[in-house]
């Protein structure tokens, strides 16, 4: 697949102006092509035309996603001028259809079905025998429940907060301005004083965070941790390594971290495992589940001009034994918490009109670590 396989010209150029953000321009999510539990696509629901963004602007606006003779939904790539078979989730998760997947029930269910899906998910899962839940619905240990209630509204994770290869973070993020160095203006392009130069402490290729995107829907987070110092002319430093501020007042431990789609999907998703504690008797790996819920865990760690610490990869301070204090990341176990307040702030901002972007609340990590798991797939 190339990019234009997926967005429009539309997307990239703006209809007939550009947006302030470009997050409010896409118009094309995983849902577009692929649909959901619960809600079959048809081709004409698809917003996507081979005219909108193929290669050579030629005229022909047949629909990029169409049904083929067999009534098998197809894909026109518009790189090799293809027909590619595409998966229809709603189909894939149907007990009653040839293509049924348990897997993809439980994962696409639990996680992105609308609520009629999961209503009907969990009557199913409710008139199972107890003993074989493990087996009809993977993932669930023998004897498991399901909340009683899922089917009052609609699931809200991204489909690629699962389905990612990889994931990267930036950890210690450092900016440098250097009085003592001439450097051209990039507006004026004139030359002055003030050098810029930046570079980063840690950059990790899977350290998975989450956290609600512009949509509201619960999304890998990327971390933008930056520090700042400036130089004077003579060499004093006017500012030593102290974390940037958003708008409204948080640093955090200088971690603005921002939704992303990391653009590395593959068809076989995470393992439950990755982000609910286990249920069978294998030991969790708690810094992931921590990192996950953003509470930090103590592995990337930085000490600022002014001699404060500041743990990296922590989103939210969370108090989980009940005593109204703030826990230590780093030598406390997860439990059930008590309350969770946010250390970090986002850049982007809600195309919904709902809440902004930024780290899971209460409820979020509550389900998230409530909800006990075996792996989908045999080790």
Same mark, same amino acid.
């Given at each position: ?64 996603? %169409? ?46 079905? %609308? ?7 969990? =009557?199913?899962?409710?008139?199972? @025998? ?47 301005? @250097?009085?003592?160095?001439? =450097? ?34 619960? %999304? ?63 030991? @969790? ?95």
């Amino acid at each position: 697949m190339g990019c234009i396989d997926c967005h429009t010209q539309a997307e990239l150029h703006g209809p007939d102006h550009m947006a302030v953000r470009r997050e409010f321009e896409t118009r094309i999510h995983c849902q577009s092509c692929h649909g959901t539990p619960g809600q079959a696509l048809q081709p004409s629901d698809i917003p996507i035309q081979v005219a909108l963004s193929r290669v050579g602007g030629t005229a022909d606006d047949r629909p990029a996603v %169409s049904r083929s003779s067999d009534g098998t939904m197809v894909q026109y790539g518009k790189l090799d001028r293809k027909d590619h078979p595409l998966t229809e989730i709603a189909e894939r998760v149907d007990p009653t259809a040839v293509k049924f997947n348990p897997r993809t029930q439980m994962g696409c269910g639990l996680h992105s079905g %609308s609520a009629a899906f999961r209503a009907a998910l969990l =009557a199913r899962f409710n008139a199972a @025998d107890p003993q074989q839940v493990d087996q009809l619905f993977p993932g669930m240990p023998k004897g498991s429940t399901l909340p009683s209630d899922l089917g009052d509204r609609d699931g809200r994770v991204e489909c690629f907060a699962c389905h990612n290869t990889w994931t990267v973070n930036c950890y210690g993020c450092h900016v440098e301005r @250097d009085d003592r160095v001439m =450097a051209r203006n990039q507006v004026t392009g004139a030359m002055q004083p003030g050098k810029i130069s930046n570079y980063a402490m840690s950059v990790v290729a899977d350290s998975l965070a989450l956290g609600y995107n512009t949509r509201g829907r619960i %999304s890998p987070m990327v971390g933008t941790s930056i520090f700042f110092t400036h130089i004077g002319a003579n060499g004093e430093k006017l500012v030593d390594a102290q974390p940037l501020r958003t708008t409204d007042g948080f640093s955090g431990d200088a971690n603005e971290h921002n939704p992303v789609h990391h653009h590395t999907v593959r068809r076989q998703p995470r393992d439950c495992p990755g982000c609910h504690p286990r249920a069978d008797g294998v030991p @969790d790996d708690e810094n992931a589940l921590k990192r996950v819920i953003g509470f930090g865990t103590g592995q990337y760690v930085f000490l600022d001009g002014s001699g404060r610490r500041h743990l990296l990869d922590a989103l939210v301070a969370i108090d989980f034994d009940g005593d109204g204090v703030v826990d230590d990341p780093e030598t406390t176990p997860l439990g059930t918490p008590f309350f969770v307040a946010p250390l970090a702030a986002s850049t982007h901002l809600s195309v919904t009109g709902g809440p902004g972007p930024g780290p899971l609340d209460l409820e979020a990590i509550k389900r998230l670590l409530g909800n006990f798991v075996v792996p989908q797939r045999p080790n």
